[in-house]
């Protein structure tokens, strides 16, 4: 075993238990007290001995000179009043399992030692409140995370962005907003930079740079949720506010003072120096992440993702916004698309034209694929997007345009199917109809995801439009075309049944849509609350009626469940069917290998209003097996 100097100060050596005095005697050969020395270069060992060190993280600072221009192997020992030494070397809490340890490791390995401003940095270097808040603790318990995570939300309002000058190696200095900026040696020594890193380790010569730059408290709460749940586990997951430098020197500067954290230690300052240097012979603990071969790891300059031009300086204007506020360039981008798309043209009636004859032949034959292809072909998309940013904006001209457009659609909508109703020789109230005179608040809800997709995806490039036009189409076309064949039967009460499907699948959508454009940034909430609060009353006063139908659908699957395969003797009720309501009249099929008598079909009666408690008109069918 190798030969080890011990090296403490009184006071931390009083505080060791008689146990742990006892198991490092069995390690070392002498012990020194850093009390006793005018200063580091006072520390003399013999060059073959190796160095056993339980100091502060103050102290250990003092000797780092000499450690590195010595080249004197190290061995550090957990000491409370080390934190940064001990989450940025991996310690173990228990003073006697680094002692087996040291039995065990004996050769010792270049280690990296990361300097701020010429000062030693063992584990983090932090520019922001919220990011010093969140990487105080190594781990964080259950409770004491779900506790840290609200706080969050009384520090949230404070929250503001600066300007930081970054430059890294011989790149091209560039400037952009942060809210917090994290420097960490290696991925091992904080939970925060477990979630963000991987692939780092304590001998590759370079660090990480974490840099924050949120549009919305929102993303930041996204961050500390994933933060939260993953806990220890590396994840290479990728935030739209994140930027990543991995390197070895680095500078961070900006115009106006501004406060940043190193290893615990809060200071002011105009300009950060970082660099790292791989001088330290470390004894290491078995849980530190070291790089194996002696090659470099490669340099990474994620930095796309960071604000710059115009979004840059709207971000250090005002606090961070709880909802990400859209750019000016991106608003404007995306509005002229939205007016354009509110327009009539020739192409979009002519499409709506054969959508609604394609799903009312679709509805006369019964035949699902056919009306799934009207609503492929449906282009109500455009118009009811374009509404409902109208209605989040306020926007009069964009509101009159877009509900021109999408009254145009429905009129055209509904004088093909009226035609077409007219035309056809078929009045029969197949389940392609029937299943659109019923709606309930399920439907409302197909609309709301409907309009909540269309509309995000016309706020990302990325994602292709047509998708969302097919969930909406699903939502309108159908009830449109039924509508338009109740009023060619002139059965008004499949008009009305398909009609308000349709009209709280519209407002649904639109309120929807809306929301999803205030959620993603499109506008402030003081702009917005007056058309949220209107179609957020209407589509309200619609769910009643749609309540009401829910309740009848939950009421009339109860009925059919409870009266489906009931025997009375040898005789089996199935395929229940409710006729109607008032009076409730149900249909059933008897099952029996004779014929029923009138008296077994008024017992079977009474058995049915005796389950269901209700007074029944019964249609039956009678099946005889032979």
């Known amino acids: 075993m190798a030969v ?79 934190l940064a030494l001990n989450n940025g070397f991996a310690l173990s809490k228990k003073i006697s399992q680094t002692v087996e340890e040291l039995k065990e490791i004996d ?45 969050f939300f009384r520090k949230a309002r404070s929250i503001y962005a600066r300007l930081f000058t970054i430059k890294a190696d011989d790149k091209e200095a560039f400037e952009t907003a942060a809210t917090d900026i994290v420097i960490v040696p290696h991925n091992k020594n904080l939970s925060i930079s477990r979630v963000f890193l991987e692939n780092s380790f304590a001998n590759d010569g370079m660090f990480h740079t974490l840099i924050f730059s949120p549009r919305s408290i929102f993303q930041l709460v996204n961050a500390f949720s994933i933060k939260l749940v993953l806990g220890k586990m590396q994840t290479n997951t990728t935030f739209d506010f994140l930027g990543h430098i991995k390197t070895d020197t680095l500078s961070i500067s900006s115009t106006q003072p501004f406060n940043y954290v190193v290893d615990n230690v809060k200071k002011e300052t105009v300009k950060l120096d970082l660099s790292i240097e791989n001088t330290l012979q470390l004894i290491p603990s ?38 990400r506020h859209a750019s000016t360039e991106e ?127 016309h706020s990302k490039e990325e994602i292709a439009k047509t998708l969302a036009g097919v969930a909406i189409a699903v939502a309108l076309v159908p009830p449109l075309a039924v509508s338009g064949i109740g009023i060619g039967w002139g059965d008004w009460s499949v008009f009305w049944g398909a009609f308000l499907l349709l009209l709280t699948n519209l407002t649904g959508m639109v309120l929807a849509g809306s929301l999803t454009f205030l959620i993603v940034g499109f506008s402030p909430f003081y702009l917005a609350k007056r058309g949220i609060l209107i179609s957020a009353f209407v589509v309200l006063a619609l769910s009643v009626p749609l309540g009401y139908g829910f309740y009848r659908v939950v009421e009339e699957n109860r009925i059919v469940n409870s009266l489906n395969h009931k025997k009375l003797d040898d005789i089996e009720i199935r395929n229940v069917e409710i006729i109607k309501y008032s009076p409730l009249t149900i249909s059933v099929t008897l099952i029996s290998d004779h014929n029923p008598t009138t008296e077994e079909m008024i017992r079977i009666k009474k058995l049915i209003q005796s389950i269901i408690e209700k007074d029944v008109e019964l249609e039956i069918l009678v099946s005889v097996k032979v």
């Not at 390995?109 to 932090?126: G, L, Q, R, T, Y």
């Not at 603790?137 to 259950?142: E, F, M, P």
Request: overall charge positive; glycine content about 4%.
């Open 331 to 457: 608003y404007k981008e995306l509005f002229l698309a939205l007016r354009e798309n509110a327009k009539p043209k020739q192409a979009y009636l002519v499409l709506m034209t054969l959508s609604t004859i394609l799903a009312t032949f679709g509805l006369f034959s019964n035949s699902s694929p056919v009306i799934i292809g009207a609503m492929i072909l449906a282009p109500l998309m455009s118009p009811i997007i374009s509404l409902s940013m109208g209605v989040l904006r306020q926007e009069k001209t964009l509101i009159k345009s877009s509900l021109i457009t999408v009254g145009l659609g429905l009129g055209v909508g509904y004088l093909f199917a009226i035609i077409i109703t007219l035309i056809t020789p078929l009045a029969d109230l197949n389940h392609e109809i029937s299943a659109r005179i019923k709606p309930n608040i399920i439907d409302l809800g197909v609309a709301v995801i409907s309009g909540a997709a269309g509309a995000y995806a």
């Open 4 to 82: 080890y100097y011990f090296l403490t100060d009184a006071s931390s050596f009083k505080n060791l238990s008689d146990k742990e005095k006892e198991l490092l005697k069995e390690v070392y050969t002498e012990r020194i007290f850093l009390d006793d020395l005018d200063s580091s270069d006072a520390l003399s060992i013999p060059k073959e001995a190796m160095l056993l060190v339980y100091l502060s993280d103050t102290n250990v600072k003092k000797i780092v000179p000499f450690l590195s221009s010595n080249q004197t192997p190290v061995a550090f020992l957990h000491h409370p009043e080390a």
């Open 107 to 151: 050769e010792p390995m270049h280690a990296d030692i990361m300097f701020c401003n010429d000062e030693p940095v063992f584990s983090k270097v932090v520019v922001g409140d919220m990011m010093d808040w969140a990487t105080r603790k190594n781990t964080l318990g259950l409770i004491k995370g779900i506790k840290n995570f609200f706080s």
């Open 286 to 323: 078995k849980t530190l992440l070291v790089k194996q071969k002696k090659n470099q790891s490669k340099k990474q300059y994620q930095i796309d993702k960071l604000p710059k031009g115009e979004v840059k300086r709207d971000m250090v204007s005002k606090h961070l916004p709880w909802i």
